[in-house]
């Protein structure tokens, strides 16, 4: 039973272009979540997907949106990059978005030059 | 916003118990976890304990959870070297739906 997978594992990119993350969802759970973390900090919530809507944003610009395709997998797309934007992306799968059981993936380094 | 505070660092030796500590500000929180991570990982998740618990064992692992003070705790019984990690403490608010909220991480190092 594969877990949570996440691509790339790591991504280089320069200021002002467009990068897409991508996750997998543990095997019967049909709710994703992102999360941001800066180096030494804990994960900040960027937003949530279920039924292939946002239902939750943590307070990130607009220039974070993302996607849930049918098999429950998502993406996330960060356009204009901007230095701050270095960070491990993590994804989080559930069943559904109520609480219990939340499993994070290995996450996406992400470093802007 | 709601926030959620841990010391930075503990250190304890091999084969004591280690205590990490929690607090948070949010009254109404229904679910409290505790995740591990290691360097250059993802969170692994621990444990976590439902707002009308007040005590839960998973074995080397024991979660008190004080709703009065708002005080979490994590008790790891006769740590190993392999327990030295980063442990962060997390919440859902009622109403938050399944948005985790964390502290700035717990860093424990465990001395042969």
């Known amino acids: 039973d594969a877990g949570v997978t996440q691509s790339p594992t790591h991504l280089i990119k320069t200021r002002g272009q467009q990068v897409t993350l991508r996750c997998s969802p543990k095997?019967?759970?049909?709710?994703v979540s992102w999360y941001q973390q800066a180096l030494g900090q804990g994960p900040q919530f960027i937003f949530q997907?279920?039924?292939?809507?946002?239902?939750q944003r943590g307070n990130f610009p607009d220039r974070f949106s993302g996607h849930q395709f049918p098999n429950y997998s998502s993406e996330l797309n960060v356009n204009a990059l901007l230095l701050g934007d270095s960070a491990l992306y993590l994804c989080?799968?559930?069943?559904?978005?109520?609480?219990?059981?939340?499993?994070f993936g290995p996450g996406t380094r992400l470093t802007v030059l | 916003g709601e926030d959620v505070e841990q010391s930075l660092f503990l250190s304890v030796r091999e084969g004591d118990s280690s205590v990490i500590n929690c607090t948070y500000t949010d009254s109404s929180s229904t679910y409290l976890y505790w995740y591990k991570q290691e360097p250059g990982a993802g969170l692994q998740l621990l444990t976590y304990i439902f707002s009308n618990m007040d005590m839960k064992q998973d074995q080397r692992l024991t979660v008190l959870l004080n709703k009065k003070d708002k005080h979490l705790s994590l008790r790891i019984a006769d740590t190993q070297t392999g327990d030295s990690a980063i442990y962060f403490c997390a919440e859902i608010g009622n109403n938050a739906g399944n948005m985790l909220t964390f502290g700035g991480g717990t860093r424990l190092m465990v001395k042969p």
């Open positions: 989080a799968s559930s069943l559904r978005p109520t609480g219990g059981e939340q499993f």
């Open positions: 095997s019967g759970h049909d709710t």
């Open positions: 997907y279920y039924e292939e809507e946002e239902r």
